[in-house]
């Protein structure tokens, strides 16, 4: 039997050459950025340009504190702590070439939900600069109306238990709590989440928490924690047990929790920190005034993009976003949305051409070695969707544009819900926090048509849009007569029959 080389900091060197690894000192490192949600995508993104920053400046005051907040993070902490907190990240180009590098500015991570005040401290700490985000849509608490929830349970726990929260506000608060305190500055609040405005949406939720807990508390935040907005993009499917096996069957080295991605990668962020920050900008981030045109592009093209192929793929039998866009059909449809249902919507953006932009999206979409898969893309759809495609089926409204490219979507997303199956009958996991009432609303639509449309935290006042309900009902009528579809994107595309 093959013996396995163990990744950690002790068999770095021992690597095979064709495996980048840090040249930089990490003993020497300080955790000048704690980040919260360690998953696949910070570790492709903002921990790969730390790390490349590392790398070329040997700055030593950037390195990264990951915290998980869930028990479920229970599982990256052990495998980061046995690997002394390194990765490999898997880079898959087009073309079959693959690159391979362990990446080393994670440092230490804390799971918070053993000792909350562990993680409140390292926050609080005066070496902490940057507190980073990726909670996903849903970890920011807001409700239909764009307010803070103060409904939700774990909220009234955590004003109730300062000293020993569970969500990320909470966490927060009390971090900032014990650096007033102390006579720290504040440090800056950084979210690289796909929300329109995140640091501007992270700001309003923190702020809402705050008051409510400790006015005063509140008005110090205000004034000395800053939320630049960024735009953040790199496709980083799922780690699977192939991504592991490659690294063993190619390189003899065992690395438990491997990251993928493509070779794509954007920063655009608001140079907007008040308490120092990293370089970023000399390998490859973008600092600009105003980051508004840049992720509004990205999440009506590019997220967007991602949910039409998720669910209308899904149904079809798809399993993912390459093979949706290596299907001539589903590639027209794509880019039919793009063109005609959001274009007419987003405004110039500098630097950007659209055309092209959209272009590249379809080159990514279809890399053959980014196996993304279309049950990842459908995870917490309820969270995703307002802000991806339904803001612009509300613009196309309000302009008189077309919507029934949309149209199409939503109803195959309520057969989705309601069936739970693809054209074959083939199951199809909901995976989603509202999935019961998903359910519920879509299994009423042979009932009541626009039952699915009524979820106001989701859809707003859409049912109450004739000529968009009209187009929905006609789809979902077509769709539950025969779930074919391919007959119906076709239809959409070249004419009804």
């Known amino acids: 039997m093959k013996t396995l080389t163990l990744l950690n900091q002790q068999n770095l060197a021992s690597l095979p050459a064709q495996i980048l690894r840090p040249t930089y000192d990490r003993s020497e490192l300080k955790a000048g950025i704690v980040h919260i949600g360690v998953g696949g995508f910070h570790r492709s993104h903002e921990a790969y340009y730390t790390d ?34 390194l990765y490999t990240l898997i880079i898959k180009h087009p073309d079959g070439k693959i690159e391979n590098r362990v990446i080393g500015s994670i440092i230490d991570f804390i799971l918070a939900c053993d000792d909350p005040e562990v993680a409140t401290d390292r926050m609080a700490a005066e070496t902490t600069k940057i507190v980073s985000l990726t909670i996903t849509e849903g970890g920011y608490n807001f409700n239909a109306s764009g307010e803070f929830d103060f409904k939700n349970p774990e909220v009234k726990h955590d004003l109730a238990n300062p000293g020993k929260p569970k969500m990320i506000f909470g966490y927060l608060t009390e971090a900032l709590r014990k650096r007033r305190d102390a006579g720290l500055p504040g440090f800056t609040i950084q979210s690289c989440d796909n929300i329109q405005h995140n640091g501007d949406m992270t700001r309003k939720m923190l702020l809402a928490f705050a008051r409510r807990q400790d006015p005063v508390l509140a008005g110090w935040i205000a004034q000395n924690v800053t939320f630049p907005n960024a735009m953040v993009d790199r496709i980083t499917p799922i780690t699977t047990p192939s991504d592991v096996q490659l690294l063993e069957d190619e390189f003899g080295m065992k690395d438990e929790w491997p990251v993928t991605c493509e070779p794509f990668c954007q920063w655009v962020i608001e140079d907007d920190f008040c308490n120092g920050r990293p370089h970023w900008e000399e390998v490859g981030a973008q600092f600009v005034p105003d980051v508004t045109p840049y992720e509004t592009m990205k999440i009506r093209l590019l997220n967007a993009g991602h949910s039409v192929l998720g669910l209308l793929g899904a149904i079809h039998g798809h399993e993912t976003i390459d093979g949706c866009v290596n299907d001539l059909l589903f590639a027209t449809y794509l880019r039919r949305f793009m063109d005609v249902e959001v274009t007419p919507v987003l405004d110039p953006v500098d630097g950007i051409d659209i055309e092209e932009y959209k272009d590249s999206l379809l080159a990514r979409f279809a890399n053959p070695n980014i196996k993304d898969a279309l049950s990842r893309i459908c995870l917490e759809s309820s969270s995703k969707l307002p802000k991806f495609l339904i803001s612009t089926i509300n613009e196309n409204i309000e302009r008189k544009g077309s919507t029934e490219l949309a149209a199409l979507v939503i109803a195959a997303w309520c057969y989705y819900s309601d069936k739970g199956t693809d054209k074959n009958g083939k199951k199809l996991e909901v995976v989603d926090e509202m999935k019961a009432e998903l359910h519920k609303a879509a299994a009423e639509t042979s009932r009541d048509k626009l039952s699915f449309l009524r979820i106001k935290p989701i859809f707003g006042d859409l049912a109450k849009q004739k000529g968009f309900t009209d187009e929905y009902i006609h789809m979902v009528d077509s769709l539950y007569e025969n779930p074919d579809i391919a007959r119906l994107m076709q239809a959409l595309l070249f004419g009804w029959e």
């Open 52 to 85: 490349e920053l590392l790398e070329k400046t040997g700055t030593k005051d950037w390195g990264i504190c990951g915290i998980g907040l869930r028990s479920a993070d229970g599982k990256i902490a052990k495998v980061l702590e046995r690997q002394d907190y």
